[in-house]
């Protein structure tokens, strides 16, 4: 495994710069000397002479003292600039990883561990089964539409600008990439109506997919692997220890391994894997920056005499073998704590095959939050001290990850969308039994400021940063939307709320003052008492999904300024997963896949639903039906033309220019 070196190149280039004008300054002095006479009998040159008139005034011991101190000083402010980091402490060796881990060899392992009575060898079990292929289904023709197909097209909906995120469809406005289990399939986006799409071909994968990135004639694929068999002892036995088999953490049937396979898809009728990386354990995360892709596995430690504890892994451009991390290369944290299995954090280069470089740490990582400089790792830890969520954060840059810091906060994040950095502060929205607040961590991640408890009893649904400005969501019986000022990191301020019915699980801006938040539709169920008065129950009643346009102008003012109900039984997976919503940012248009479980014949119905914003309202711009039932599906906007991809399924709509009249 390569290892690549890091520097912090922004300190030393400032360092260089401050030293080279202190010789600078420093050697004015020296010429100034050397001019005013003669230096041991010598004549100054006249070179010397003629710089010496013409430079400016010497610095004396006291201004050069002043001028180190001010750049010095201006060092230690800049902001997002970090300490220099001291390297974590490694394994020593297998045994020592056992002990950092908790294990002891000559005890039971009844604290945490689970305990399978095995009668004799186990059998082999076998690995899943590949997606069988299917015909692509019949394709729809596509409905008028009089635009030029050039020009704009949908991406996938990310949380950072430049730093993509994978999903099971991906285009580059002129091909489309769909994924279903084993098999990708490769469409043409065409320029005419009568023929807006054509199949070129497909790939099968060696492994089964779940995620795909697009980079410039590169395809990426993130999925996994399992291996049948479980944790195997030589000669094919499972490790037993007096007729139990041990293990610390709950025995697996098979081992899981996370992959990555990158395409060379510049013939798309002919794709050829350029290179191949599993690691064992399970994909947690992935981001893609320029052709960079960085990736976080999670693997449980299993402990079993005669077999490795370490990840196995094996990469294409090392011969392809599987070899066990060395015990030695894995670092830890000296504060950590509950240490239960590994983290690997690495990055594999689309453009060109080469080794993959990684770091493996003992932790794991729950969310994920990576801007184009930094990746944060959020961990809930609730060892021994009632609830935090530790947070640790690599440096990224051209394919490299380098640990740079670690700190925690109380409570716990919901998601990705909960954490955010800017102007070189951490912000993370968390909550724990206390309420709800909006923590400010420096560089290092050390806590500068944060919000009072906010909204106790409830919990947040949703969150999104924008710039100075935080909007946070609670709920336990109605939608508190807070808007919380961080200009001042150390004084964030909580200007304004909202209080109405249902809550948002996603919030999504638009333009600088307005936010869409997708959610639930809810109403308080009141009882009348003897005297006729509405008494609340505690209780809500669900009427199903909606839509919330929020004017967020005037933040100490928020209002919900529209609404749109999409039904009782109607649910979406674009309200919980925000990569299934379509996001055209120039029309303001928003597109989904939805499903109405209340149909009078008692039939799903599938739709698809176009929202387009207009000032303060909603407007509905399109609402298409049809006749298959899209599992995992997603849309995708290419010029005028609306493509419902599913796998093999693919169907095409005209957008209209304009919403449809109410």
Known sequence: MKTPKHYNTKLICLLTALLLLAAAALGQAVASSGAAGKTGGTEPMAKKTLAAQTAPAPLNTKEMAAFLAEGLENLKSLKGLSKAVKPLPRAKSTEHLKTLLGWDKDREYRDGGVYYVVNGAAAEAAGPAPTPARDAAAMSPAASADSSYAGDYSRTNVQVEGVDEGDIVKTDGKYIYSLKGSRVFIYKAGGDPTSPFSRLGSIDLENTGTELYLSEGRLAVAGFRAEGGGIKLPGGSLPVVGGLLRSVMPYQPYREYATLAVYDVTDRANPKLRQSFEMEGRLAATRLVGDALYFVVNKNAYYADGVEITPYYRDSELDYTARPLPATEVAYFPDGGGYNGFMMVGAMDLREPKEVAFETFLNDGAIFYMNVGNLYVARPNYWGNGGKTDIYRFEVGAGAVRYAANGSVPGTPLNQYSMDEHNGYFRVAVTDWDGNRIHVLDADLNQVGATPNLAEGESIQSARFMGDMAYMVTYLQTDPLYAVDLTNPKAPAVLGELKIPGFSTYLHPVGGDRLVGFGRHTAEIFYRDEKGDEIPTGSVHDLGQKISLFDVSDPRNLKESDVMLLGQ???????????????????????????????????????????????????????????????????????NLLYAVSGENVKVYGVPDAPAAS
């Not at 499903?595 to 739709?607: K, L, M, N, R, V």
Request: hydrophobic share 40%; proline share 3%; glycine share 10%.
């Open 569 to 639: 039984d109607a649910w979406s997976e674009a309200f919980t997963n925000p990569k299934a919503l379509m996001v055209s940012p120039d029309r303001k248009l928003f597109g989904f896949l939805m499903w109405d479980y209340g149909s009078i014949d008692g039939e799903t119905q599938a739709q698809i639903r176009l929202v387009g914003v207009d000032g303060d309202k909603l407007t509905a711009w399109a609402a298409y039906s049809y006749d298959d039932v899209y599992e995992n599906g997603r849309l995708l906007c290419i010029g």
